[in-house]
């Protein structure tokens, strides 16, 4: 239950940075979460996994709003893949800026002690 909450929480500020900041937002974040749960060994994958859903809420939000189909589908053909690849490459950078954040910045609080 605890874990479901940390989770929640933290896609909501992976969700708030990115309306803020844009997607250095979700740098941050991930960087700031690696440094706050460095003691736990799955800080990076917690901050991978809530900024995946994080975009996903933001992507659903945008689709229902607007033609995200017709932008999806233009920027499908200009990079060779499917509108559907755009989704899952959206979700992929968005989860790998934070993982790769987290890491990075739980590994520089570990040489600091």
Sequence with gaps: MIWAI???LLAGAFAAATAAFG???VVVVGACWGVIARARRSSAVESGLAALVAWGVL???DSARG???ALATVVGA???IGPVGIYAVTLAFAALLAL???IVARSLALLRR
Excluded: K
Aim: net charge positive.
């Design 67 to 69: 033609p995200i189909e």
């Design 100 to 102: 790769a954040s987290a």
């Design 59 to 61: 992507l659903a939000i």
């Design 6 to 8: 940390r989770m929640v």
């Design 23 to 25: 997607w250095w937002g």
């Design 78 to 80: 200009t990079l060779r």
